[in-house]
């Protein structure tokens, strides 16, 4: 049984900073890329970073670049997700999610490529 456990979120003011964790088990961890998804209310699940398995790869939405850094630390089966200058327009539940299929070459940004997903954690910034 896959679990992903995310931590980290919380209330900030605009301009801030919050460090989300992602632990992970049942699975060998490292030969999954792993991404961020994250959901406001009344919107869809949209895509917000993600890392190949060696972590030598990384994507961004476009909404988010300059602004967050995905990482991952394959010996601690972890995956974070740095966010700096945070706006409120970022408030919304976030989650990690582990690919599909291992040792993919391009990690990749859509919801349906994901099988394995955490509880989400809320990150609220306001003005």
């Known amino acids: 049984q896959v679990q992903l456990v995310e931590s980290g979120g919380g209330l900030v003011q605009a301009g801030g900073s919050l460090r989300l964790s992602c632990a992970a088990s049942g699975r060998t961890f490292s030969s999954y890329a792993m991404a961020w998804f994250r959901q406001a209310p009344g919107k869809e699940r949209e895509f917000v970073a993600a890392i190949s398995w060696s972590g030598g790869t990384t994507y961004y939405a476009d909404s988010v670049k300059g602004r967050f850094t995905i990482s991952r630390d394959n010996a601690k089966n972890s995956v974070y997700l740095q966010m700096n200058s945070l706006k409120p327009e970022d408030t919304a539940v976030y989650y990690c999610?582990?690919?599909?299929?291992?040792?993919?070459?391009?990690?990749?940004?859509?919801?349906?490529?994901?099988?394995?997903w955490g509880q989400g954690t809320q990150v609220t910034v306001s003005s």
């Open positions: 999610a582990s690919e599909m299929r291992p040792y993919t070459i391009v990690p990749l940004t859509t919801t349906n490529h994901y099988d394995y």
